[in-house]
């Protein structure tokens, strides 16, 4: 049997599909990621297939959808230990297993508990989902009221109660908007942190099998609070504004969350500043995404190691006078997903095929050799990674609670049961998703086609976790 590969999983939190220089930004500076799309596969179409943190990292790591997994919002309860998940298959094919840095498979606590949540008590819980090494740490904003090993990190360095105090004053006293540096040093913020413990886990590992290493980085998510020399990489009176939409014709949902976070109040220079430190943290990841190449290519280990980089969902930056995600703007439903191996793919090229998250973990597993369990619901992308100009799928989906999304080439349709005003948006003829067509009668066909696909969907993939899926901790 030929060697098989390292594989090391690079993921951020709420990175959007065009915030990268190899997707022809002109303005962010991600020369890492560019690498690795330089001497990989990117695939220009990708989707989450739900645009909020646990859902999708549920999928992620089992390849079940949101609507089998059971996960669908970040208050829905914990993912089981008991679910098949792609880490524990790579476990049973004998690879040894780690993870760094945020998973969120577990709801980390109220803030306004009498006992403090500590990311801690959940370290047995995601070891069992398949992980050998555990160094889980807490999600940005949760770190506020959260412990977990960066908290203690810094109030050994007598750092704690200043930071907590700013994320406190961020959320309670300060727009949503608000983009001013980190009150940390660039060396002690949260993604500095996971990035260091990534290289020294890389460092310290003996070799003695295969590994999967995965690396999670708590940003570039809100709050925008870039460190260092990170929050003057960008000048904002260089940096274009959001895309203003009056959303005439959006759902009363959608016109409800922006009036929340009231951008309309913000200046020019404020939202520039927003994206300006937005792409500084994108950039303070992709400074410790080299730092772990250099590692790779110094341990002898860069030519047999797939190194694959996504996130979880997208963020909205703005655009459409909204932040965050939980929409199926393209701003919050595509992410980036590059994949890196050049002993086996080709370099330097853009892959055509649309594609969801939920087909990373058959992916990860077919490279490794390991069993793809027959629950996994989406579908290994070595074809085209092998011929990135190979083009099967017609449409991709995403979802959030009740509400659907489906995106085939050149249409986007959004269904939610509770909103008299659907989305249907053509994605050729309106790229900004302007021009709601839903319920125009020129659409009408459109429209019906788009939702029977939805209804085959959820008629096809709803079917729920049994006890033969269920695989026993190795």
């Not at 500076?29 to 560019?34: A, F, K, V, Y």
């Not at 980190?182 to 590992?205: F, K, N, P």
Request: with cysteine; aromatic share 10%.
């Amino acid at each position: 049997m030929a060697e098989r590969p390292n594989i090391v999983l690079l993921m951020s939190d709420q990175h959007r599909s065009d915030a990268l220089g190899c997707a022809g930004n002109p303005y962010i500076r991600t020369p890492n990621l560019d690498r690795l799309a330089a001497e990989g596969v990117r695939f220009e179409t990708a989707v989450c297939t739900s645009p909020l943190c646990m859902p999708s990292r549920a999928t992620i790591a089992t390849g079940l959808y949101a609507h089998a997994h059971g996960i669908r919002d970040n208050g829905a309860g914990n993912l089981p230990a008991f679910y098949p998940t792609f880490m524990r298959s790579l476990q049973q094919a004998g690879y040894h297993t780690a993870v760094v840095g945020k998973m969120h498979f577990a709801t980390h606590g109220r803030r306004d508990s009498v006992r403090r949540p500590d990311i801690a008590h959940h370290r047995e819980h995601t070891a069992a989902l398949g992980f050998h090494d555990v160094h889980e740490t807490e999600g940005k904003m949760m770190s506020e009221w959260t412990d977990g090993p960066w908290t203690r990190y810094l109030a050994a360095r007598g750092l704690l109660e200043q930071f907590r105090e700013d994320y406190r004053r961020r959320r309670t006293e300060l727009p949503c908007w608000y983009a001013e540096p980190s009150v940390l040093s660039e060396e002690d913020h949260q993604d500095a942190y996971i990035g260091r413990e990534g290289v020294r886990w890389l460092e310290q590992y003996d070799g003695g099998r295969p590994f999967f290493l995965w690396v999670s980085w708590a940003g570039p998510h809100d709050p925008w609070d870039a460190p260092g020399r990170f929050a003057t990489m960008y000048r904002p009176e260089e940096l274009p504004l959001p895309i203003a939409d009056p959303l005439a014709r959006a759902p009363a949902c959608t016109r409800r969350r922006a009036e929340r976070h009231g951008l309309a109040r913000a200046t020019p220079l404020e939202l520039r500043r927003m994206k300006a430190s937005y792409y500084g943290l994108i950039s303070l990841n992709d400074y410790w995404i080299g730092r772990i190449l250099e590692v790779l290519e110094r341990r002898g280990w860069l030519d047999n190691t797939v190194i694959v980089y996504t996130s979880d969902h997208g963020e909205m930056l703005g655009d459409h006078g909204l932040i965050q995600k939980s929409t199926f703007y393209e701003q919050a439903v595509r992410v980036p997903f590059i994949v890196r191996w050049p002993a086996r793919f080709p370099q330097g090229v853009v892959a055509r095929e649309m594609v969801e998250l939920i087909d990373l973990p058959a992916t990860l597993m077919d490279l490794a050799g390991a069993t793809i369990y027959p629950a996994c619901q989406g579908r290994s992308l070595v074809p085209f990674l092998e011929q990135p100009e190979r083009v099967e799928r017609e449409a991709v989906f995403s979802e959030l609670n009740a509400q659907l999304m489906v995106r085939t080439s050149r249409y986007k349709y959004v269904y939610r049961p509770d909103e008299e005003i659907q989305e249907l948006y053509d994605l050729e003829a309106d790229p900004q998703e302007l021009n709601n067509l839903a319920g125009l009668p020129a659409y009408a066909a459109v429209e019906h086609d788009l939702r029977t696909r939805l209804l085959d969907w959820m008629a096809t993939t709803a079917r729920p976790v049994t006890t033969k899926d269920m695989v026993p901790h190795p």
